[in-house]
């Protein structure tokens, strides 16, 4: 067990180094930097040398996973809150509605009639493939100048949506979660609005612990985000608002900002991209048919 347990961490780092030589690589290309980081990965991960074995993944998960909180998070602070509020307006719901639809439509068609899935999970893996990511939705707007904001509530919404319908078409419609998921969503507002920084700023007053509100705003990110998830709402998405309630207390200390990026940028959001590559499978003919069909 201790040896497997050292195997996945020095894997782990290996992953991590990798993940910056790509950044650093496509960077000098002029490319989206995280682009690099999921190449790395696929090199690494099974569509490619399978050094890093799905058993050792697996192992280290967590690690992989948490640097989207982080990112989006981060990118609620310093991108999101000087645009303004991230509230969808109606042509951005109806867009996403729209979007939603026809691409769960043009995905399913195939899925129905030459993979012959059954409806029900036809339309689910439409769903599935319709709903885009935020990490790597977000990070690759980042590079579009002037950032298109528009397009950013739009992704949010349409991931939301989702959510939403896939849920209710894997597991069936349900009044109970759809009142917890409000309930959740209000709950994430009015606490983050209304508690979140004045809980920081008394922590830093009273607190002679070093770094507590430092630890503290990482327990947040952390827990807040996966809470929500537990409960039927979207961590990434939870983050992403969390930044923005975040942003005035972060931008006016320097200071936690800087290490907030560190952590972030050095570590666990490279490790996320990264672990986007890992996961890839090579294709086969059947994939790329229906890919190409699509």
């Given at each position: ?16 180094f ?6 650093e ?59 303004g ?7 951005e ?23 012959h ?8 893996f439409?769903?599935?493939i319709?709903?885009?990511?935020l ?23 349409l ?20 009142i ?35 630890a ?42 800087e ?21 890839m499978?090579?294709?086969?003919i ?9």
């Amino acid at each position: 067990m201790l040896l497997e347990t050292a195997e996945a961490v020095a894997l782990l780092a290996l992953a991590l180094f990798a993940a910056k030589i790509g950044e650093e690589i496509l960077m000098r290309l002029g490319l989206p930097s995280f682009l690099g980081a999921i190449i790395a990965g696929m090199l690494l991960g099974r569509a490619g040398l399978n050094i890093i074995t799905e058993e050792a993944y697996e192992s280290t998960y967590i690690f992989y996973l948490i640097g989207l909180s982080f990112f989006l998070f981060l990118a609620g602070v310093e991108e999101l809150a000087p645009h303004g509020k991230l509230v969808p307006r109606k042509r951005e719901l109806f867009a996403s509605i729209v979007m939603l639809i026809t691409t769960t439509i043009a995905i399913a068609l195939p899925a129905y009639f030459y993979m012959h899935m059954p409806l029900h999970a036809a339309l689910a893996f439409g769903i599935a493939i319709t709903i885009a990511s935020l990490g790597p939705a977000i990070k690759l707007a980042l590079y579009i100048k002037p950032m298109p904001i528009a397009l950013l509530r739009l992704v949010v919404v349409l991931e939301l949506l989702g959510i939403i319908a896939f849920n209710s078409l894997t597991e069936g419609f349900s009044i109970n979660q759809l009142i917890t998921t409000i309930i959740v969503v209000a709950t994430i507002y009015f606490l983050g609005r209304r508690l979140f920084t004045k809980a920081l700023i008394e922590l830093e007053r009273r607190t002679r612990a070093r770094e507590a509100p430092f630890a503290l705003l990482v327990s947040i990110i952390m827990g807040a985000s996966f809470a929500a998830e537990y409960l039927g709402f979207n961590a990434a998405v939870t983050a992403l608002v969390l930044g923005l309630f975040a942003s005035d207390y972060l931008l006016k200390r320097p200071f936690f900002h800087e290490r907030l990026q560190a952590l972030t940028y050095g570590f666990l959001e490279p490790l996320f991209f990264v672990g986007i590559g890992i996961t890839m499978v090579t294709p086969d003919i059947q994939s790329l048919l229906v890919a190409v069909i699509i």
